[in-house]
């Protein structure tokens, strides 16, 4: 159900791959799109309205595929890729539209070379990850929601573990606004959720 400004509850039938038979299935993405806004999980999940091709999506991916080449490469004991063919893949790749202009590209690029680079530092430095792109779907127990979804990468943490869901963000610059921002986050509050209980 939708609740609108009016407090007027709306049934809606939900797509059939969110469906399996009296369950619904949602990813994790989704599941924190409706828990953010009802309307924009309907708008966007449901109608499937088209959204305009952003500079920060494609970065994300740009940026997340790299990441995972490196935990990948470190989990399986492979040497890990050297900083500056990464660099260069960045710069190549870094998209052109979804900037106002060139100039503003440009400062968004060094922005993210400057980042990426503190970011390898930091990973090549780190535990190696028990995992990197797991899959999981779980049924969670007393109720009729499936979560499914894909942990970029978990490293172990003493008796614990530690849930990593990597971001990329101008807004956040400091460690202070990073914790916060994390500490506030349904979709890793889900990924904690479904390792505990594949995990135990």
């Not at 539209?97 to 680079?117: D, H, I, M, N, P």
Request: charge should be positive; hydrophobic fraction near 35%.
């Amino acid at each position: 159900s939708l609740e609108s400004s009016n407090h007027i509850t709306r049934l809606i039938t939900l797509p059939s791959a969110m469906r399996q038979n009296e369950n619904i299935v949602l990813t994790a993405s989704q599941a924190n799109d409706y828990l953010t806004c009802p309307l924009n999980f309907y708008y966007k999940h449901v109608l499937n309205v088209p959204e305009a091709p952003s500079a920060a999506s494609s970065v994300g991916s740009l940026i997340h595929g790299l990441i995972q080449e490196i935990n990948t490469s470190k989990r399986d004991g492979n040497n890990i890729p050297e900083i500056k063919p990464m660099l260069k893949k960045l710069e190549e790749e870094w998209p052109s539209v979804g900037y106002v202009s060139k100039t503003q590209r440009e400062r968004a690029l060094g922005f993210g070379l400057s980042a990426f680079e503190k970011l390898y530092e930091r990973l090549i430095t780190e535990p190696l990850p028990i995992s990197v792109e797991e899959p999981f779907r779980v049924h969670l127990p007393g109720s009729k929601f499936i979560l499914k979804g894909r942990i970029d990468a978990v490293v172990p943490d003493g008796n614990g573990v530690q849930i990593r869901d990597y971001k990329t963000s101008t807004s956040v610059q400091t460690p202070e606004k990073a914790k916060s921002k994390t500490t506030s986050s349904n979709q890793l509050v889900m990924y904690a959720l479904a390792w505990r209980l594949l995990h135990d």
